[in-house]
């Protein structure tokens, strides 16, 4: 089974620290991706990456940044976290793109204080 | 307006009883179309895709109508593990960046 592992399942961070959320899948795919989930928003696309080094923005990329190093591990970075990006993180991974069989880790629940 | 929009529910039904929701999206050029599942407090996994002429996957029946821009799925014999949220994905091309997730519909199901 692809397993899409979030180095955390829940944190607690003040305003204005840095916040770093880890994300690393064992199955070899391309695309890897984070979203925020919000009540009645569903998900929505902060950033992707479809190879190594590289990264596109997603619908909400403001006051975020990704990192992909290497083909497993992609992460999420915010600079200076705010009380509006408290929020659930899902990454994402997937062979192709479309749609289809996509991975999803269990999720990150932020709370920015 | 959303570009995929779905009644947030929650739908409320029995055990055994059939259900089906809808999920509407705006841009006519829409390629690919899904539904997802989520779990509370758990990740969305693909429950199944949904063709143009229309599939089903046992209890579920997923179906495509271009003309009308909506995609509807059908649960029938419903069962207390059906009780979710299902999440109804669009794509407008296939890319990864144009993947739209709607924002889902609570089902949940009585004994």
């Known amino acids: 089974d692809v397993k899409v592992t979030q180095s955390s399942r829940y944190l607690v961070k003040r305003t204005g620290e840095k916040v770093f959320l880890e994300c690393v899948q064992d199955?070899?795919?391309?695309?890897m991706f984070w979203y925020r989930q919000d009540p009645g928003l569903g998900l929505r696309l902060i950033y992707f990456?479809?190879?190594?080094?590289?990264?596109e923005k997603g619908d909400i990329p403001e006051g975020y940044s990704v990192s992909r190093e290497k083909k497993e591990r992609f992460s999420l970075i915010l600079e200076s976290a705010s009380t509006n990006q408290t929020s659930m993180y899902l990454c994402?991974?997937?062979f192709g793109g479309g749609g289809y069989g996509y991975t999803f880790g269990s999720g990150t629940r932020l709370t920015v204080v | 307006r959303k570009e995929v929009e779905q009644d947030p529910g929650p739908f409320n039904v029995p055990e055994g009883a059939t259900v089906a929701f809808n999920c509407t999206y705006s841009?006519?050029?829409?390629?690919?179309f899904f539904w997802y599942r989520q779990d509370c407090r758990k990740e969305p996994k693909l429950l199944m895709s949904?063709?143009?002429s229309g599939n089903e996957d046992g209890r579920f029946t997923a179906q495509l109508n271009r003309a009308s821009q909506y995609i509807s799925l059908l649960i029938r014999d419903s069962k207390l593990s059906d009780s979710a949220t299902y999440l109804c994905?669009?794509?407008?091309?296939?890319?990864?960046?144009?993947?739209?997730f709607g924002s889902g519909t609570r089902l949940s199901i009585r004994p």
């Open positions: 199955m070899d795919h391309e695309n």
């Open positions: 990456s479809y190879d190594v080094k590289m990264k």
């Open positions: 994402a991974s997937s």
């Open positions: 949904v063709y143009s």
């Open positions: 841009n006519s050029a829409s390629q690919s």
């Open positions: 994905v669009v794509t407008r091309q296939s890319s990864a960046s144009k993947i739209i």
